[in-house]
T-cell receptor, first 111, second 116 residues
Framework: AQKVTQAQTEISVVEKEDVTLDCVYE???????LFWYKQPPSGELVFLIR??????QNEISGRYSWNFQKSTSSFNFTITASQVVDSAVYFC????????FGKGTRLHILP | KAGVTQTPRYLIKTRGQQVTLSCSPI?????VSWYQQTPGQGLQFLFE???????NKGNFPGRFSGRQFSNSRSEMNVSTLELGDSALYLC???????????????FGPGTRLTVL
């Protein structure tokens, strides 16, 4: 079965705090891809990162970092020193033979 | 490079009518996918077109159909609209060359459809 679970429906943090968004996935395939997208209030999904199943190296891009752990089927996303502009809905997605998205985590960054 | 564009951005229809939504992919991209986003069901895959052919299909009724033109632009049609079709319809484009799973999809701003 193919599944993506984002257990955190909604998170609120105060600006400058660090926040981690969790993503747990299920797939029977050995080759697959994981993605994170951001959806600001405007509605457009913005691509953040793609990771293939053979590359477990963590990645850092500015204030964003991703922790991929195959052993726990997780692909978590951390925002360091959060800013109000980070407020959005964040989606994790899994692509093996087709792409499915998690339900999303709505992140509120409070000034 | 221009991003994915979708028209119209907002649409109001009544039950029983039909609607056509349009999507222009990023220049050079040959794959266009359509998604329906609702608060209850989240993001659901409708179908994907590549080189004018439907390559993948989600679990939606036949009232939902699409097509792709030779310039890669795509249209999605919903016939006999129901109240439950009210949603944000998102189009995404990708190069399509990798065959699907590995492609990064780039999304348009969406068309907000309201069915009354």
């Amino acid at each position: 079965a193919q599944k993506v679970t984002q257990a955190q429906t909604e998170i609120s943090v105060v600006e400058k705090e660090d926040v981690t968004l969790d993503c747990v996935y299920e797939t029977r395939d050995t080759t697959y891809y994981l993605f994170w997208y951001k959806q600001p209030p405007s509605g457009e999904l913005v691509f953040l990162i793609r990771r293939n199943s053979f590359d477990e190296q963590n990645e850092i891009s500015g204030r964003y970092s991703w922790n991929f752990q195959k052993s726990t089927s997780s692909f978590n996303f951390t925002i360091t020193a959060s800013q109000v502009v980070d407020s959005a809905v964040y989606f994790c997605a899994l692509s093996d033979y087709k792409i499915i998205f998690g339900k999303g985590t709505r992140l509120h960054i409070l000034p | 490079k221009a991003g994915v564009t979708q028209t119209p951005r907002y649409l109001i229809k009544t039950r029983g009518q039909q609607v056509t939504l349009s999507c222009s992919p990023i220049s050079g991209h040959r794959s266009v996918s359509w998604y329906q986003q609702t608060p209850g069901q989240g993001l659901q895959f409708l179908f994907e077109y590549f080189s004018e052919t439907q390559r993948n299909k989600g679990n939606f009724p036949g009232r939902f159909s699409g097509r792709q033109f030779s310039n890669s632009r795509s249209e999605m049609n919903v016939s006999t609209l129901e109240l439950g079709d009210s949603a944000l319809y998102l189009c995404a484009s990708s190069s399509g060359l990798a065959g699907g799973p590995s492609d990064t999809q780039y999304f348009g701003p969406g068309t907000r459809l309201t069915v009354l």
